[in-house]
């Protein structure tokens, strides 16, 4: 992972699919749910679109020649490429930044989009990584 990564023309629209994808949840629902009530509507939309994922999906952990399962779990990993960390908080924190990061790295992927559905306008909710 070290030289620079560019997405696909296939992944730059499966995000735009994505995006979509979390514009109708947030549409149809507003802020100020759980972020599990948004988990399972933002998988109802994909599986709509006939969009693979997989949600909470564990990422082990690597130390001392060890492997713990007690890692990191990913929100939604969509087509085994894209990794969506959702959220449903008041405030952007640097530390979703750096969560979505470590799950980049630990998950051996390029792409995650952190989304946070408790906003008055999603698209301020959105943002995008690229390692």
Same mark, same amino acid.
Request: some cysteine.
């Given at each position: 992972?070290? %030289?620079?990564?560019?997405? *696909?023309?296939?992944? %730059?629209?499966?995000?735009?699919?994505?995006?979509?994808?979390?514009?109708?949840?947030? /549409?149809?629902?507003?802020?100020?749910?759980?972020?599990?009530?948004?988990?399972?509507?933002?998988?109802?939309?994909?599986?709509?679109?006939?969009?693979?994922?997989?949600?909470?999906?564990?990422?082990?952990?690597?130390?001392?020649?060890? *492997?713990?399962?007690? =890692?990191?779990?990913?929100?939604?990993?969509?087509?085994? /490429?894209?990794?969506? %960390?959702?959220?449903?908080?008041?405030?952007?924190?640097?530390?979703?930044?750096?969560? $979505?990061? /470590?799950?980049?790295?630990?998950?051996?992927?390029?792409? =995650?989009?952190?989304?946070?559905?408790?906003?008055?306008?999603?698209?301020?909710?959105?943002?995008?990584? $690229?390692?």
């Amino acid at each position: 992972m070290g %030289e620079k990564y560019y997405p *696909t023309t296939n992944e %730059e629209n499966l995000i735009k699919e994505i995006v979509d994808c979390a514009f109708k949840v947030h /549409s149809k629902l507003g802020p100020g749910l759980l972020e599990r009530i948004y988990e399972v509507c933002f998988c109802h939309e994909l599986r709509k679109k006939n969009i693979k994922f997989i949600n909470q999906v564990k990422i082990p952990i690597k130390y001392d020649d060890l *492997t713990f399962d007690e =890692g990191y779990r990913i929100d939604v990993l969509v087509e085994n /490429s894209i990794v969506c %960390e959702l959220k449903a908080v008041v405030e952007q924190n640097a530390v979703f930044d750096a969560q $979505i990061l /470590s799950q980049l790295k630990l998950a051996q992927k390029h792409l =995650g989009l952190l989304i946070n559905f408790n906003v008055p306008l999603i698209k301020n909710g959105i943002k995008r990584f $690229i390692i």
